[in-house]
């Protein structure tokens, strides 16, 4: 296994847009999360899986953004009529579930909104 | 609210100098924390963790402090090598108990320039 993978790697859309995002996490990893950063700042959290279940929502996920993990292996995240405040950097990371367990980050999907 | 803040956006320093990277937080029950190095078109990687439990972790080049006290944990590469030019980022994960997952929490980051 080569680490964490994410497709695609950018993304150019109009506004109003939808586009979906994949990740694929380390294989033996059941946490998985998803990041944003935008420039100038760190990454920020937006939600994460344990398994197949969505644990826990950032209030940066607002209603146009969803994200599954159906069969606890990788996941998509979906943002629907994609506004020009969306562009930045997803980011995709996975763990071993314990508390202080390293996550692993995938190289990102880069989105710009026109 | 920034719980946790970088605030030097940039740093430059010669090759073999010694580089300071600063991180403060704003929380003591923060027991634990991470240096993530992130370079252009790529996510970030882990460097360098160390729990509240001690002051100092080694690994190599790359020694990270906690001063308690202050609230303030630093990172420091000796020698600094130009391969080591990136975006340096400090974390913490939540506070025990606050929730069942490990979210990172992010500074701003500061990149390091390494000057050959």
């Known amino acids: 296994d080569t680490g964490v993978s994410q497709d695609p790697r950018h993304k150019i859309t109009k506004r109003g847009q939808n586009v979906t995002f994949r990740c694929d996490p380390i294989?033996?990893?059941?946490?998985l999360y998803w990041y944003r950063q935008t420039l100038g700042q760190g990454p920020e959290f937006l939600t994460y899986?344990?398994?197949?279940?969505?644990?826990?929502k950032s209030r940066l996920l607002s209603d146009r953004f969803s994200a599954e993990r159906p069969k606890g292996s990788f996941s998509t995240l979906e943002i629907q009529r994609t506004e020009q405040g969306d562009s930045a950097m997803y980011l995709c990371?996975?763990?071993?579930?314990?508390?202080?367990?390293?996550?692993?980050f995938g190289p990102g999907t880069r989105l710009l909104v026109l | 609210d920034q719980q946790v803040k970088q605030n030097s956006p940039s740093l430059s320093v010669q090759e073999g100098r010694i580089s300071i990277l600063n991180c403060d937080y704003t929380?003591?029950?923060?027991?634990?924390f991470l240096w993530y190095k992130k370079y252009p078109a790529e996510g970030p990687t882990f460097l360098i963790s160390?729990?509240?439990?001690?002051d100092k972790n080694e690994d190599g080049r790359f020694t990270v402090f906690l001063n308690k006290s202050a609230k303030h944990l630093s990172l420091h590469i000796v020698p600094s090598q130009p391969g080591d030019s990136a975006v340096y980022f400090c974390?913490?994960?939540?506070?025990?108990?606050?929730?069942?997952?490990?979210?990172?929490?992010f500074g701003e980051g500061t990149q390091l320039t390494v000057n050959p």
């Open positions: 990371a996975s763990s071993f579930s314990a508390r202080q367990e390293t996550q692993y």
């Open positions: 294989s033996e990893h059941n946490r």
């Open positions: 899986f344990q398994n197949e279940a969505q644990l826990e």
């Open positions: 929380n003591s029950m923060f027991d634990y």
């Open positions: 160390i729990s509240s439990i001690k």
């Open positions: 974390a913490a994960p939540p506070l025990i108990g606050e929730t069942s997952g490990s979210r990172l929490t």
